[in-house]
C-alpha cells in the first residue's frame, strides 16, 4: 500500500496487475486523472503528485502486452516516471483517437468508478469520462476490487505500525479514564474540550499524528456520532455524567497505518441500569461481527463487508433499535482513518467486497438516543495470513466507572 515504484520495480508492480486481471477475466485497467482528481491512481502506479497537474492522463494497463500512456503536449512528461510508451495529444479530437488506439480489441475493463457510486470511496472518474469509453462499445466494471488489492494491503511493517498504535491508543484510553477521575475528586475543573487537548498532548508525547482530534462527548453529546467539541460549545464533566471518547491516530513515519477505538465510562461508581443495557446490546453486536470474521477466515470461506454489517445490526434491530443505529458497522483503515478497503456495510451502502488477508478495519456498532445518551464501542480488526485478530485486547466489556 503506497508503495513507490521504479524501473524494474514498475514492471513488477505491472506484472502484478496484469496477472489479477487476468483472474477477473478483464481485459485491462484504466487509469485516468484530470487535476489530481484521483489519487489511488497515483498510489497504485507509484507517481508523485508533486508538480503540475492540469491536464487529463491516461494510462491502461492490459492483462496481456504492454502498458501504454496518454498525456497532453502541455505536460508530456508527466508520466515518464512510469517508463511505458505514451502517445502525446494535443487537441480533445486527439485525445479520443488515442483512447481508441489504446483500447483497440479491449471488451471488458476496469475503471476507478462505483455504480451509482455505491462505494464512494474507489468513485474517482466522473461519469462524462466514463461515457466516452463506452461510447467505444467497450463495458466499464468497477475497479473496487483491484482497488483493495493493490492500495488497501498492507505490508507486514504497515500492520506492525498499527498494531502499536492500537497499543498506545489503549493506554491513552485508560490514562484519560483515570485523569478525569482524579479531577472530579480534587473538585478541579475538566470539560470536553479540556480531555480533547490533554489526549493531543498525549499523542504528541508517543510521537503519534491525528487529522482530526479526537471525539470527547458527554451525556446528550454522545448521541450525535460525529460530534466534536469546540470552545463554544464545551460541557464541564462532572459527577453522574456519561462520557463517550473516540480517538484515532496513527505512527508519524511514511506509510504508517491508522488505529481507531471508542470506549465509553461513567464519572460515578455505579453505571446506570439503561446505560448499562444499551452498552450491552451493542458489544454483543460488536462480538458478533467480530466473531462471523473469525469464523469465515478461520475456515478459509469469504465474508463480504455487507455480511459482517448485517452480523451486528441484526442484533441490535432484534433488540429493538434498529433505528436507532444509524451508520455502518465498520470502515477500512489505512494510511488514512477511513481507508479505501471493504468497509462493513450493508446500511449507507452496499460493499459486497470480500474482507481480504493483510487488510485493517474497525468495527463499531453504535446506539444513539438523542437527547440522552448515544454508546458506540469501537475495536479494529486484522486479518493476517489467514487469521483475523483484534487489535488492542482487551476489548471494552462493560462501561468504565471511573469513580469508586
Not at 77 to 88: F, N, P, Q, S
Not at 233 to 244: E, Y
Amino acid at each position: 500500500m503506497g508503495r513507490t515504484f521504479h524501473g524494474g520495480f514498475m514492471t513488477a508492480q505491472f506484472d502484478e496487475i496484469a496477472h489479477a486481471l487476468g483472474d477477473t477475466r478483464l481485459d485491462g485497467w484504466l487509469f485516468y486523472d484530470f487535476r489530481l482528481s484521483d489519487p489511488l491512481a497515483y498510489r497504485i502506479l507509484g507517481l508523485s503528485e508533486d508538480g503540475i497537474a492540469t491536464r487529463r492522463w491516461f494510462c491502461f494497463v492490459p492483462a496481456h502486452g504492454r502498458p501504454r500512456a496518454i498525456v497532453s503536449a502541455v505536460e508530456a512528461h508527466r508520466l515518464d516516471a512510469l517508463g511505458v510508451e505514451k502517445i502525446v495529444y494535443r487537441s480533445h479530437d486527439e485525445m479520443i483517437a488515442a483512447l481508441r488506439t489504446v483500447l483497440g480489441g479491449a471488451r471488458r475493463i476496469a475503471m476507478d468508478y462505483s455504480p451509482g457510486c455505491a462505494i464512494p470511496y474507489v468513485s474517482r472518474v466522473d461519469a462524462g469520462t466514463v461515457e466516452i469509453v463506452r461510447a467505444m462499445n467497450i463495458e466499464v466494471v468497477t475497479a473496487a476490487d483491484l482497488i483493495q488489492r493493490f492500495e488497501a494491503t498492507l505490508t507486514r511493517e504497515q500492520l506492525g505500525s498499527h498494531q502499536r498504535a492500537a497499543r498506545a491508543l489503549r493506554a491513552i484510553v485508560d490514562e484519560t479514564f483515570r485523569e478525569i477521575a482524579q479531577l472530579i475528586s480534587a473538585d478541579r475543573a475538566v470539560s470536553e474540550v479540556s480531555v480533547q487537548e490533554s489526549v493531543m498532548a498525549r499523542f504528541a508525547a508517543r510521537g503519534l499524528v491525528t487529522h482530526a482530534p479526537p471525539i470527547v462527548a458527554v451525556n446528550e453529546h454522545s448521541a450525535d456520532p460525529h460530534y466534536g467539541p469546540t470552545p463554544k460549545h464545551d460541557r464541564a464533566i462532572r459527577r453522574t455524567d456519561f462520557i463517550l471518547l473516540d480517538l484515532w491516530a496513527k505512527e508519524s513515519a511514511p506509510d504508517s497505518i491508522y488505529a481507531d477505538f471508542t470506549w465509553v465510562a461513567f464519572a460515578g461508581d455505579r453505571v446506570p441500569e439503561e446505560h448499562a443495557r444499551i452498552f450491552n446490546i451493542v458489544a454483543d453486536a460488536r462480538d458478533a461481527t467480530v466473531d462471523l470474521v473469525q469464523r469465515r477466515v478461520a475456515a478459509g470461506e469469504p465474508v463480504s463487508g455487507r455480511e459482517a454489517d448485517r452480523a451486528a445490526r441484526s442484533v441490535i434491530e432484534a433488540a429493538g433499535f434498529g433505528e436507532k443505529f444509524v451508520h455502518r458497522t465498520g470502515h477500512s483503515i489505512g494510511r488514512e482513518v477511513h481507508g479505501t478497503g471493504a468497509n462493513l456495510d450493508s446500511f449507507e451502502t452496499l460493499d459486497d467486497r470480500t474482507l481480504i488477508d493483510h487488510t485493517c478495519f474497525s468495527v463499531e456498532p453504535g446506539i444513539y438516543l438523542p437527547g440522552k445518551f448515544g454508546v458506540r464501542s469501537e475495536l479494529d480488526m486484522t486479518i493476517e495470513d489467514g487469521r483475523a485478530l483484534v487489535s488492542g485486547e482487551p476489548r471494552q466489556r462493560e462501561i468504565v466507572a471511573i469513580l469508586t
